[in-house]
């Protein structure tokens, strides 16, 4: 699951893979727009969905984050 | 009450001294009444809205916190995700019941304060015009502020990002607190919450620099807003066509400059009020004529407005029913284009609303639609950009493309601002033609520059309050916090600087006159 997960992030943003910090959205390595199609994505791929309450700085600050947050709607 | 006038000095100071003196469990009880007493100051009558808001965001958010448990406990009882799904969507559509009427009422009410003044002689017959309606329910202060900050705190009620408060006096002072009620910035429920239960112990250190930002907020809104206001205010009250282009471009580039100047003040000083208190309030502002895009741009300007109007407008129409079948139709459609389709109408909306917010007339309207082609282009332009830069050889680092990325950003906000600051929307064509058919840069090393209120000595004192600071700019940049910067410097050279802006503000400062100080640009908005 988390290799698919960082195949995705991958083709949207190469530089989150990289990142090492706790905040890419404030950072600006990541931009809302980004977000919006790599949740579309990450929905279609694990059909899961994804609702806008999880759609928050805390769930996509780096990449150990948005595996987490497929892995518990996953499991849910 | 203004936060630059005497009283307001004076209320801060007697609000400070009962804060730390009480009793710490009193503090917020204490906070509160100030904030409503600001507020009916500042109002002159009696704050109807501010309670209607506050009383139904307090009731909503209650419902939606009791709804979300009963949906828990219903879909604990079932075995499957089906049936779990469906227990969620029958409680979601009881939310959206009370939901639904709670946005509408809140929102039909600012909308009813801020478009519906054309209503208002019709409403002054029915009440009698002395005193008229306004003046007897009294204009809301910071109504614009106060229910968007309301409705997003009962939206993260929704979405479960905070637990409903059940202390409505707490919901008052988060709606109320006096730093921030007419300009903002936007606070966050879970942050604020936090700070307003903690007990605080004064801190001389705290309350110094809590002043020194308040100084120098009052400074950029002194001595360099207001002055610039002058100039600014002369040219656009001018004939356009006896101006010539190159001097509406230099009060465009200068009124770029009060805007930020103005309202970033305003927030330097509420923030530096709310620390003296020890309640830090979120940044607003991040240098944001550094951007090298627009987006970037407005990461930096009015942040948690645009934080706001992401997290609640943008991301609750994407994620919305509606928006995932926009998505999953369009996605992968012309060759792959088509995933842009969704964000891209989100960028229009949110923008759309965002110039609506700001004012009702057709310049901001424009203003809105502007930054909203623009942003939209530049996410679907940036696959074919990235490949331009990367056959160009052009390094991200490069100090000639960073200036050039910069000076892009400043021409795109400067023809917004035109928008904004022209009376209406001819006027602004007029001075668009302005800067094409005659420019006569020559104006501008004339004795012409000098004769829209601002003499050689004030443009130059002007020019000195801006090196300043650019240099406080310059090292916020760096990532250094300028008062941390100050106390690490020798004390002579501390104070030499402290009591220097201080002199600068009550020496070349804009007071009174016919230059009303007390007014911010953005409280009109």
């Given at each position: 699951m988390e290799e698919k997960i960082l195949a995705i992030l991958e083709e949207h943003c190469e530089e989150a893979l990289q990142y090492t910090g706790d905040n890419m959205m404030e950072d600006g390595v990541i931009d809302s727009f980004t977000v919006i199609n790599l949740v579309s994505d990450l929905e279609d791929e694990f059909d899961i969905e994804i609702d806008a309450k999880y759609v928050v700085a805390e769930n996509f600050k780096n990449k150990e984050a948005i595996i987490a947050l497929v892995r518990r709607l996953v499991e849910e | 009450m203004q936060l630059i006038s005497y009283a307001f000095v004076i209320f801060w100071a007697v609000t400070f001294s009962l804060y730390y003196l009480a009793?710490?469990?009193l503090q917020r009880y204490i906070l509160a009444a100030a904030s409503l007493l600001f507020y009916t100051a500042g109002l002159r009558g009696i704050p109807v809205s501010l309670f209607l808001t506050a009383v139904t965001t307090y009731g909503c958010a209650l419902f939606l916190n009791g709804s979300l448990a009963r949906e828990k406990e219903a879909a604990a009882q079932c075995a499957d995700r089906e049936g779990r799904k469906a227990v969620k969507a029958v409680f979601q559509r009881k939310r959206r019941r009370i939901q639904i009427p709670y946005f509408v009422f809140n929102i039909g009410l600012l909308a009813f304060y801020k478009y519906a003044v054309v209503s208002l002689p019709i409403l002054d017959g029915i009440f009698g015009s002395h005193p008229g309606f306004l003046e007897r329910v009294g204009m809301p202060l910071g109504i614009s502020f106060y229910t968007l900050t309301a409705i997003g705190y009962v939206i993260d009620v929704g979405r479960e990002n905070c637990s409903a408060e059940t202390d409505f006096l707490r919901i008052f002072l988060f709606l109320a607190?006096?730093?921030?009620?007419?300009?903002?910035?936007?606070?966050?429920y879970q942050g604020m919450k936090e700070q307003f239960d903690k007990e605080h112990a004064f801190s001389y250190d705290r309350m110094l620099r809590g002043i020194q930002r308040f100084v120098w907020g009052a400074f950029k809104k002194l001595v360099i807003a207001d002055r610039i206001g002058i100039f600014v205010d002369r040219v656009y009250g001018?004939?356009?066509?006896?101006?010539?282009g190159s001097l509406f471009a230099c009060a465009t580039a200068m009124y770029m400059l009060q805007l930020y100047a103005d309202f970033s003040g305003y927030i330097d000083m509420a923030a530096g009020v709310s620390e003296t208190f020890d309640i830090m309030l979120p940044e607003n502002f991040k240098r944001p004529y550094f951007a090298r895009s627009v987006a970037e741009f407005w990461r930096r300007w009015h942040i948690t407005l645009g934080a706001w109007f992401k997290d609640y407008v943008m991301f609750s129409f994407v994620m919305s029913g509606t928006g995932r079948k926009i998505n999953k139709k369009c996605k992968n459609k012309w060759n792959g284009m088509g995933r842009h389709v969704v964000p891209a109408a989100g960028t229009m909306l949110v923008w759309f609303f965002t110039g609506i917010w700001h004012g009702r007339t057709a310049g901001y309207m424009l203003w809105g639609v502007w930054y909203g082609v623009i942003m939209s282009f530049s996410l679907i332009m940036e696959p074919w950009y990235k490949n331009w830069k990367s056959r160009l050889h052009?390094?991200?680092?490069s100090r000639l493309w960073a200036l050039f990325c910069m000076a892009r950003t400043w021409i795109i906000v400067f023809a917004a601002d035109v928008l904004i600051r022209s009376s209406s929307l001819s006027q602004a064509g007029e001075i668009f033609l302005a800067f094409v058919?005659?420019?006569?840069?020559?104006s501008l090393l004339s004795s012409e520059l000098t004769s829209y209120g601002l003499s050689k000595y004030e443009l130059a004192l002007l020019l000195a309050a801006l090196v300043i600071w650019l240099a406080v700019s310059v090292i916020e940049e760096r990532g250094q916090d300028v008062r941390d910067f100050m106390a690490g410097r020798p004390a002579a050279v501390r104070w030499v600087c402290y009591y220097g802006i201080v002199l600068l503000l009550l020496v070349t400062g804009i007071y009174g006159g016919s230059y009303d100080t007390a007014v911010f640009l953005y409280q009109s908005f």
């Open positions: - | 009793p710490a469990r607190y006096f730093p921030s009620v007419t300009q903002g910035p936007f606070n966050r001018a004939e356009p066509a006896s101006v010539p052009i390094g991200e680092q058919t005659r420019l006569n840069i020559g």
